[in-house]
């Protein structure tokens, strides 16, 4: 991304404040790759995941960001850490386990393709065919997790509407819970949010405005309202 694309990044965001909260997914993954299943598994990113943190950082880089608040798994970690190194703030990180990827419990570790067990393909069957409300056993549901990201919010009241721009770096489910609480979504809307991992959406909540833009889509850098999940997404 050239200077001048993220200059206007950080005029798109001042024109539309003074409060923005950018939402951020971790690189990719080996696990993410692979088509494995991670849910909490502490997993890093692979080459091309470190490439793709590198230009978040960039993209990012001259948007003032007053705090980070990171997800605990490394995945994210490595993502938060390469904005914050060359930020023109250099915010501070909050690691957060409230805003980790959903658990799955069983599955974690399991391809989506093809399961190791006869109780694993049974589970995650199941999980498939609803995943909003399915309890993986020692999981969790997209119940759970949202009750998750209400308490991350309730424990921290500037980040909807006090100055200055506030970054989450999250996950793929959790960051459409977020989406969910923000945008006062059904969990059916919530779940059909799709966050690839080049994809950052910006909620301005003074305006109640959600946009959106893919940082490797230089033709059309922002778009209002979210993307929606397809078929061939990876999951967390």
């Not at 470190?50 to 608040?69: G, M």
């Not at 759970?144 to 990201?149: I, K, L, M, N, P």
Request: hydrophobic share 30%.
């Amino acid at each position: 991304m050239k200077e001048n694309q993220e200059s206007e990044l950080a005029k798109f965001i001042r024109e539309r404040g003074p409060h923005c909260l950018i939402i951020a997914r971790h690189g990719e993954t080996g696990w993410n790759a692979e088509g494995r299943l991670q849910g909490q598994r502490d997993t890093s990113l692979n080459a091309r995941g470190v490439e793709q943190a590198l230009t978040s950082a960039r993209f990012l880089k001259n948007v003032p960001i007053k705090r980070i608040h990171c997800s605990t798994l490394e995945r994210c970690r490595r993502t938060a850490i390469s904005i914050a190194e060359i930020n023109i703030s250099r915010p501070d990180i909050e690691y957060c386990d409230s805003i980790k990827e959903t658990a799955l419990g069983i599955l974690e570790g399991e391809m989506k393709s093809q399961q190791s067990t006869a109780e694993s393909t049974e589970h995650y069957r199941s999980f498939s065919d609803d995943e909003i409300n399915y309890r993986v056993p020692d999981g969790e549901n997209l119940h759970d997790v949202f009750a998750r990201v209400e308490r991350f919010f309730n424990a921290r009241g500037d980040l909807l509407t006090g100055e200055g721009n506030h970054l989450i770096v999250g996950h793929r489910n959790v960051n459409k819970m977020i989406l969910k609480f923000v945008l006062g979504l059904s969990f059916e809307e919530g779940f059909s949010v799709e966050h690839e991992h080049q994809r950052l959406y910006f909620f301005f909540g003074t305006r109640n405005e959600l946009w959106t833009c893919r940082q490797d889509d230089a033709e059309t850098p922002y778009t209002q309202g979210y993307a929606t999940i397809d078929e061939d997404s990876s999951y967390a």
